[in-house]
């Protein structure tokens, strides 16, 4: 049986005893229904896992005994950010829960002109804390022990100019150039996708002016969610997890 993996909101060390936050202990509990004396993992996103005890178990009351610090990693080659246009209830957690699976440093959630879903104030806070627990819950499943961090919701203009520069790819099914014209990238790649509808011309000029180069997946529209995960997979395939070690 797999080990279940549970992230901790604060700094571990080898030796120390706590209480797992309330939401993590219903699911160790209620859910997983492990006992006293079971193992668990451990991660506080600093790298690297903690061996971990069961020593209580009631309710919402679970407490453990950290144990030994495994240095392990498994974090993209690439450092990727997506830049994702906020789309429409469950498919914005669709794509931050992949994206995270498929090895992102950081998501930025933007507002475009095509945008469904407008947020501002407490509302826009609220999305933002839960896309960080979707992208967390993600990480417990997948084995990362580093949390990428989502971003505020900001408007796409303001994103843009802003934008420091670097490697930009613009998902685009106007483009012509595909990742396999391209040259790998140096430093961190951005990748910028839009919402449902995909961006406006005048996004995609704007963006291009900044820097980015539009890339193409194939023939076909993709969703906004689809595209995300495709483009990432395709991005690790060629530079990043999957590509194939070079040949000395």
């Known amino acids: 049986m797999r080990i279940p993996r549970i992230h901790v909101d604060a700094e571990l060390s080898p030796g120390l005893e706590l209480a797992l936050e309330a939401g993590a202990a219903r699911h160790v509990v209620r859910v997983l229904r492990l006992q006293v004396g079971q193992a668990l993992i451990l ?11 069961i020593t209580a178990a009631a309710r919402d009351d679970v407490r453990v005994q950290v144990g030994i610090h ?21 498919r914005m957690d669709y794509a931050v829960q992949k994206a995270v699976e498929l090895g992102v440093s950081r998501v930025v959630p933007v507002i475009a002109e095509r945008s469904v879903v407008q947020l501002k104030g407490e509302r826009a806070e609220r999305r933002r804390s839960h896309w960080q627990r ?5 990480c417990e499943q997948c ?12 408007g796409l203009n303001r994103w843009l100019a802003q ?17 396999r014209t391209l040259s790998p990238p140096e430093g961190t790649v951005t990748l910028l996708i839009g919402p449902e509808g995909g961006l406006t011309e005048g996004e995609e000029r704007q963006a291009v002016a900044r820097g980015f180069t539009g890339v193409r997946l194939g023939p076909r529209i993709l969703r906004t969610e689809t595209a995300a995960v495709a483009m990432l997979a395709a991005l690790q395939t060629w530079w990043g997890d999957f590509a194939a070690p070079e040949q000395g």
């Open 43 to 53: 991660f506080d996103g600093r790298g690297g896992d903690y061996r971990a005890t």
């Open 70 to 90: 495994e240095d392990s990693e498994c974090e993209s080659p690439v450092d990727i950010v997506l830049v994702q246009g906020i789309s429409r209830g469950d």
């Open 134 to 138: 979707v992208a967390v819950g993600a």
């Open 143 to 154: 084995g990362r022990n580093r949390i990428p961090r989502v971003e505020e919701p900001i």
């Open 163 to 179: 934008w420091p520069g670097g490697s930009g790819l613009l998902l685009s099914p106007r483009a012509e150039s595909t990742l």
